[in-house]
């Protein structure tokens, strides 16, 4: 059975998902998880997991900012999506997402952002690419938009 939880530090999944970010094979993991160790989130920020038979499935976060510069308004972002290879196919991403989605709703948002590379992936979870951005790399990303319902 999958589960997914909304996390802050001492949760008893957050190790584990430290542990993913750190060994997965995306490159940004391992930021992922000096900040989970480092104890980086405000305290309404949150990191979600996908749990399926007490194994750390995917993860993902909801916090102030990602990796646009602090001079523009928008906030808060989904950031770091991220389902291991082996269980990719379930949509595990789309629930992660409306979980946040719906975390962020509670606390009173009524717009959510998201940064991404990704070229037609948010746009199917109700994402609006609102345009290119310069990030704090100095790269180039997407950033879209989705706006929260009741």
Known sequence: MMEIYAMSYGHKYWEKTMALAANCSWRAGSYLSQKM??????EWE????????????GFCTLAEKDEISITYPFTPFIGFVFVDEQY??????QLLINDAASYARKLG?????IMSGEIGLYEKYGFIKLGNYETIYGTTDQLFVKTLTD
């Open 109 to 113: 948002y009524q717009k959510i952002y």
């Open 46 to 57: 949150r990191v979600f997991c996908d749990v399926e038979n007490d194994n750390v499935c």
């Open 88 to 93: 990719r196919g379930k949509r595990l991403s």
């Open 37 to 42: 160790a480092n104890h980086e989130f405000d």
